[in-house]
């Protein structure tokens, strides 16, 4: 694929070379019209962001440096106040942590089975075309909706999964209520519900790689295992890429299955950036906005940095736009 | 018969991955007929003693679900609807035109993929205040009438479709607008489809943006309005297992009836070329 855009991009240029001596006149006109029409094409996309997601941004920015509070008292100017008091409050750097975990965890534990499970699911039987299918759906429930399933499945009191296990002999301890286990659980229950998004985009690329490459590769002598990781794989590098990057974004930001199943709890051992600034803004009084928002400056810098990070990383053909 | 053979472990560790993934799913909707008993009872029984239609009854007097559906229905689709239209013109001028700071205004537009949601809502909330759209359709709607996502989604479609064919009907003198709609749209249904669905699911399934930005019950979407309900008895188990099940039943049916579309129509086409 990318041979060939660059081949492409190579031919106009040599065009654009060979009418050299034409350019001075012809193209600068031609360009402006063109350019203004690539601007009418951006038009309403680029009000609707402007408004509704580049003015709150700015506007974040700006009430984080006020002491402005849910009733929309107080909003005089701190400066940078509510920034230094970030830095030393230990329920930031404990939201971090924790947020931090979630995210090395489930991002590559999502990644991993839906790589894994692909393996298995290559031949594209009528079979695997069902499996697909099942994965994806508890993509399309609520996480809300999961939450509070797995949240009753898992109750020490009435939940059927402890009951079950009993009944083997494991005797599954209070997971959501237990310091230690909380966090993998919740983890384990955003990996159930999202790694068949992962698995189809992947699998859909698999299927995209062209069959001569997998006929080249049995010429070589190679067999089902090595084709997937020298074939499969390599072909596939930038639906990976591209998964890795969303899933790191979401992750980043995870709030609703920890909402509902833990409430940031037990002893904060759950509690996520995005945990934290609601709390701070929205449930515990005085509900400070101004100081939820630094939080959530902080946040967005965060995931700034870790996403320009891994794009490098996993979007090589990306410099290209 | 070889290879068949090697192929048995994999097929039971995938049929154990495919009772986990049935296994919640089955039981809600099983457990949204137990009565209030058999719900919390120890020992739990997979199937309850008896039948029963006690938890929609009540679910459906303590909130307008019907008047619910159909908000959801139409802040989905209309947000769906022209997010497609609104994002395939970037797309394609990204994509397919020339022009000054086209690499500096992708990278901001990826940029605001990264924004949590969280950071933007006590803004976006005094902003659709002072424009007086607060608690309407419309201020349901056109925040979310453009997405980054949608974007960076169609643009990478769009530059995997050979560009020999706009650049015929270029020189055959055919305007930009001429060619993203005769050939780049018809060649990107798939996408479509796949985005469609995508962003039809997320904002059925959104929580906190409709919750903040209506205030009445008869203004709400499902899932916000059945939110209250289980914020508000959140103990009773019942009721919220039967609202669980009503929130996810149609884009359940919804991927059924279009899971053709969606599996194969990434598999068709979503990366080929």
Same mark, same amino acid.
């Given at each position: ?19 050299? /001596? ?15 029409q690539?601007?009418?094409f ?65 991002? /590559? ?44 499945? *898992? ?20 997971? *959501? ?33 062209? /069959? ?110 | !018969? ?48 008896? $039948? ?32 497609l239209g609104?994002?395939s013109l970037?797309a394609y001028?990204?994509?397919r ?23 933007? !809502? ?30 960076? !989604?169609?643009?990478?479609?769009f530059? @995997?479709?050979?560009?020999?064919l706009d650049?015929?009907a270029r020189?055959?003198?055919m305007s930009e607008f001429g060619i993203y709609r005769t050939i780049t749209l018809p060649l990107s249904k798939?996408?479509f489809?796949?985005?469609?669905? $995508?962003?039809?699911? @997320? @904002?059925? @399934? ?68």
């Open positions: 694929m990318a041979e060939q855009r660059m081949v492409s991009a190579g031919q106009i240029e040599c065009g654009a070379a060979r009418r050299r /001596p034409a350019k001075r006149s012809g193209k600068q006109t031609g360009t402006r019209r063109s350019q203004k690539a601007y009418l951006l038009l309403p996309s680029l009000a609707i962001l402007t408004v509704f997601v580049f003015v709150p941004l700015i506007g974040a920015f700006g009430i984080s440096l006020t002491d402005i509070n849910i009733y929309m008292k107080g909003g005089s100017f701190v400066g940078l106040d509510n920034f230094r008091k970030a830095f030393h409050d230990s329920r930031v750097w404990n939201a971090t942590l924790n947020t931090c975990v979630f995210t090395l965890f489930e991002v /590559p534990l999502q990644v991993f089975l839906a790589l894994f499970l692909l393996m298995f699911m290559m031949r594209n039987r009528r079979f695997d075309k069902f499996l697909r299918s099942v994965f994806y759906l508890p993509y399309v429930c609520s996480m809300t909706a999961i939450s509070i399933v797995w949240s009753m499945l *898992l109750d020490p009191n009435s939940g059927m999964l402890p009951y079950l296990l009993s009944k083997v002999g494991i005797q599954l301890p209070n997971l *959501l209520g237990s310091p230690t286990w909380a966090m993998p659980t919740v983890i384990f229950v955003s990996v159930w519900k999202s790694f068949g998004y992962t698995l189809t985009i992947l699998s859909a690329a698999a299927l995209g790689v062209s /069959p001569s490459l997998y006929e080249s590769a049995e010429l070589d002598g190679a067999g089902r295992w090595q084709q997937f990781f020298y074939v499969t794989i390599p072909g596939i590098r930038d639906s990976i890429g591209f998964c890795l990057v969303t899933t790191l974004i979401t992750a980043l930001q995870v709030f609703d299955q920890i909402y509902v199943m833990t409430g940031g709890g037990p002893l904060y051992k759950t509690e996520t950036l995005v945990g934290y600034i609601y709390d701070r803004g929205f449930q515990t009084a005085p509900y400070n906005l101004g100081y939820a928002s630094s939080i959530a400056v902080y946040l967005f810098l965060l995931i700034a940095v870790v996403t320009a990070v891994t794009r490098r990383y996993s979007f090589g053909q990306d410099d290209e736009l | !018969m070889k290879k068949r053979k090697s192929q048995l472990p994999g097929d039971i560790l995938l049929v154990l991955i495919m009772i986990l993934v049935l296994f919640p799913l089955v039981w809600l909707y099983v457990s949204s007929f137990k009565s209030d008993i058999d719900v919390i009872k120890w020992t739990p029984h997979f199937f309850p003693s008896r $039948f029963v239609t006690v938890q929609y009854a009540y679910v459906m007097k303590a909130i307008p679900v019907l008047r619910m559906l159909v908000n959801t229905v139409l802040f989905a689709g209309l947000v769906t609807v022209i997010s609104v994002d970037a001028a990204f994509s035109m020339r022009f000054r700071g086209r690499k500096m205004l992708f990278s901001i537009i990826l940029l605001t993929m990264m924004v949590p949601f969280q950071v933007i !809502m006590i803004p976006l909330y005094m902003e659709e205040y002072r424009m007086g759209i607060l608690n309407t359709i419309v201020g349901l709607v056109l925040p979310r009438a453009s997405s980054a996502y949608g974007i960076f !989604m169609l643009t990478s479609f530059r @995997n479709i050979p560009s020999s650049e015929a020189i055959d003198g798939p996408a489809v796949t985005l469609g669905i $995508f962003h039809f699911m @997320n @904002n059925w @399934n959104d929580l906190l943006y409709p919750m903040m930005l209506t205030s009445s019950a008869e203004n709400r979407t499902l899932s916000a309005g059945l939110a209250i309900l289980v914020g508000t008895h959140s103990i009773k188990y019942g009721p919220t297992l039967a609202a669980t099940a009503i929130s996810v039943t149609p884009l359940l049916i919804l991927f059924f009836a279009g899971q053709k579309f969606f599996v194969e129509g990434i598999a068709t086409s979503g990366m080929k070329e």
